[in-house]
């Protein structure tokens, strides 16, 4: 698989409809999947949370990751 670093940009309305069903997700230790920019993806239900806090001069940066480890071959 090709390595990959992006970022995409939603609108408040369809970034709270995404956060919503992580969240529905997570609270019923579910598997979570989500396409962004064209590429389908699976979170299994194990995954690794984490909140990181960026700042830089007058900029901050707030980024809630999931860690995941896939199989080789695996999508």
Known sequence: MADR???RTYN???FVAK????ADAIESERAFTIQVAGER????ADAVFNIEHERG???QELEFQLIWTTEEGAP
Do not use: F
């Not at 956060?19 to 992580?22: A, D, E, P």
């Not at 993806?41 to 299994?44: G, S």
């Open 57 to 59: 001069g007058s900029r």
């Open 12 to 14: 408040r309305a369809q």
């Open 41 to 44: 993806m699976r979170i299994p």
């Open 19 to 22: 956060l919503r069903r992580l």
């Open 5 to 7: 670093d992006l970022t």
